[in-house]
């Protein structure tokens, strides 16, 4: 465990990623999981203080298949900032990415707040004004399996969103645990699943996001939208692609790497 306060921490991690370096090797096998958290946090403390616009949260490793892809027992937060939120249909320059692969997700937006600890389903689903069907962009910037602290304080992988058609308001009658999706890549069908995958329910896993953050003093915003986790495993992606999901009910989301 690092002896150093949170606050020097967080400018180690600050001025590395000023030069583009995510993972400083420093601090490799020297940081909790908690600390972790402080530095993601207050580096996003910093971009806001500089002028950028946080546009939500991103709940990962919710599945089964996903934890096990990556050896994590346990979900994981981080931020989405308005400037990586992109509509259906974009274009990535995929030389601009490092490594880069996606997820396929329940994206939700919040119509009012959630503060933790001890929110319930029924009040997460109550504060969820409409879902889209939507894609993650991930880069893999450093070993994330074996420096997950390290990637924590890098932000989990987050690199974009891309965001389908908004239902809106969301069918009282819609069951979010039979939602099911196809993966394509190239056209090609590349994996099914279901929501139940994430946590039984996303909304288990905005219930999980509220009570989390709560614990770092932090509380879910009406307007936020949250990204609550892939249905699937992951799926790298390689310049040219053309990548899909296609979400019973919510409908399809398309992005491409050029």
């Given at each position: ?20 370096v ?9 940081l909790t ?5 402080l ?35 346990e ?78 304080a ?30 394509s ?44 986790g ?29």
């Amino acid at each position: 465990m690092s002896t150093f306060s949170p606050e020097q921490i967080i400018d180690s991690f600050w001025r590395h990623r000023q030069e583009g370096v995510h993972f400083p090797p420093e601090w490799y096998d020297a940081l909790t999981l908690d600390q972790a958290y402080l530095v993601q946090l207050g580096v996003l403390d910093r971009l806001l203080a500089e002028g950028a616009q946080q546009a939500g949260w991103k709940v990962g490793l919710t599945s089964q298949a996903i934890r096990g892809q990556f050896r994590v027992q346990e979900p994981v937060f981080g931020y989405v900032l308005g400037s990586v939120v992109h509509a259906d249909g974009v274009t990535l320059a995929f030389d601009q990415l490092t490594r880069p692969a996606f997820e396929n997700e329940i994206c939700m937006t919040l119509a009012s707040g959630l503060t933790g600890p001890g929110v319930d389903e029924a009040q997460a689903l109550a504060a969820v004004a409409s879902l889209h069907p939507a894609l993650e962009i991930v880069e893999h910037r450093g070993p994330f399996t074996e420096q997950l602290a390290v990637a924590l304080a890098d932000n989990v992988q987050q690199k974009g969103v891309v965001l389908g058609p908004e239902t809106r308001p969301v069918p009282p009658a819609l069951d979010l645990t039979t939602i099911g999706v196809e993966v394509s890549i190239n056209g090609v069908r590349a994996a099914e699943g279901v929501s139940a995958a994430v946590m039984g329910s996303p909304i288990c896993s905005l219930v999980w996001l509220a009570d989390k953050l709560a614990q770092y003093g932090r509380r879910l915003e009406p307007g936020q939208l949250i990204m609550t986790g892939s249905l699937t495993q992951q799926f790298p992606v390689s310049q040219g692609d053309v990548v899909s999901a296609s979400f019973t009910v919510l409908g399809g989301v398309t992005a491409s790497f050029l």
